[in-house]
């Protein structure tokens, strides 16, 4: 069960419990107070003097008073313990508990006769808001959330805030441009809130997950965990938004699967180096690789990256994996060279990660010297988008990585916006057209003059340039023609196994199951965790391969 699930839970309850020990000590104010009254009633009832007639009586009359006092103050607090039940008392928006039983209650009422949505909406970031602002802020921007919300809805439409920075929302349902539309206004209404150092206003961004309700007599809880789903598999783009189908509840099954077995399947070393050959566009040999990695699941098969590294970059298991899979390359190639096989040079995938990751350089070059390998049979390859992020941070850290002899290219070219500041700005040994950037531009006359300028541009930079993706004889034929030196892509080959990979090298290796014997030359200890004399002192660090 998810960990937002868990939360909606434990937002479903009635009585806070500071206020039930109120009532119960209200309530035993009161019995208290009848129980004294029956001391100087009896003085009453016995006929005793005037004077403790007098006396008793009075005393019922304060005993009395006070039961009543009391009484009133109970009638509050019980008026209080309501009001909290069905108000949120940050957002003034209806509590979640309240928003179940009136979601409810509508649609047994309408018995499925209106189409209704459950909307689940999460802020983006809103923690760093927090930390940003001052949770005085935060608190605010709840309530003018509230507002917005309040202001788009009908009067026969419900919204409460789970918690947190969460909304709930319960819309009648049109068509799916109508939904979107209505998401969209509510997004765009959004408040800024100011950067004064950076001059510029900070946009709150909502993400929205939608649940089409199909069967109203099921649980309520249950549909608004479906959109909580959905809107955990929205895409980012300006609007992220995503409609529940039943591929999501498996998707987040996956991901759960997923979760609670990847630091298993890492000490039995399931994760598997794959290789994609690179090849010289004008000769047709084989100049190099690409290593990928494959999770060899005992129930699920054989996953390819897609399917498991968003939760590795989520959970930051990307650290432990990308470490391994970088070692795993190292350990490939000492075994090439003490077999006196000719060695082609391995790129080896790094995330966004490592932006923040000072270690990493010291790391990466440690594990070569540990294994023998010369620097410039590894090639790193680095996103576009993460040049983006953080150019300065990036230009550093290049310097210190080519100060270590290790050659550097720029992957995915083509799928972000500031590329060519990037090339002016940072020095690069390799240029990586995107596959995306590829299928787009050889569809049209425009687009075949914007790769040929490219290729013309990065070889004027003294770049190296590789199209990956190459799928057909065309494109294939197109690049040669105009120049691009390297290619890889299903055209040529698939990512291949370590042994498939040796044998369509021509490599003379003999071992039965080498993703097993691959390490029989490596000590047990520095698989995924090097050995101490190679990481010691070394922050912890990440090295994607994907």
Known sequence: MSEDVLRLKSTDRKYPGDRKGMVAFLCGGIVLCLALSI??????????????????????????????????????????????????????????????????????????????????????????????????????????????????????????????????????????????????????????????????????????????????????????????????????TNLCLAFYDESSLQSMLLEQNIETSMEHALDKRQFLLYLQPKYMLASGKLCGAEALVRWSHPSLGLLLPDQFLPTFERTGFIRKIDLYMFERVCATMRRWLDTGWEVFPVSVNLSRSHLDDLGLVPVLASLVRYYGIPCNLLELEITENSFRDDEAGMLRMLTELKAEGFSVAMDDFGTGFSTLNILKDIPLDTLKLDKGFLDECVESERGRSVITDVVTMAQHLRMHVICEGIETESQYMFLKDIGCEMGQGFYFAKPLSVSDFEAQAGGAFHASDPQLTMFDDVPSESVYNPAPSVLAGAPEMSASSV
């Open 39 to 236: 001391v100087p009633l009896s003085f009453i009832l016995q006929g005793s003097s005037g004077t403790n007639m007098v006396v008793g009586g009075l005393c019922i009359l304060l005993l009395a008073g006070f039961a009543c006092t009391l009484l009133l103050l109970l009638v509050d607090v019980l008026r209080r313990l309501e009001d909290a039940r069905l108000r949120d008392s940050v957002s003034g928006s209806i509590s979640y508990g309240a928003f179940l039983e009136k979601a409810k209650a509508i649609l047994e009422k309408e018995k499925g006769g209106v189409l209704r949505i459950i909307v689940y909406c999460d802020l983006e970031r809103f923690k760093l808001i927090n930390d940003s602002y001052g949770y005085q802020t935060g608190d605010e921007l709840l309530r003018r959330i509230t507002t917005i919300l309040d202001a788009n809805l009908d009067s026969d439409e419900l919204f409460c805030r789970a918690y947190a920075d969460r909304f709930i929302l319960l819309l009648k349902a049109g068509s799916r441009d109508e939904i979107v539309g209505r998401l969209q206004k509510i997004h765009e209404e959004c408040p800024s809130l100011p950067q004064e150092s950076a001059g510029c206003s900070w946009q709150i961004s909502i993400r929205f997950g939608i649940y089409e309700i199909k069967d109203w007599t099921m649980d309520v809880r249950t549909m608004a965990e479906r959109a909580n789903i959905a809107c955990h598999e929205s895409d980012d």
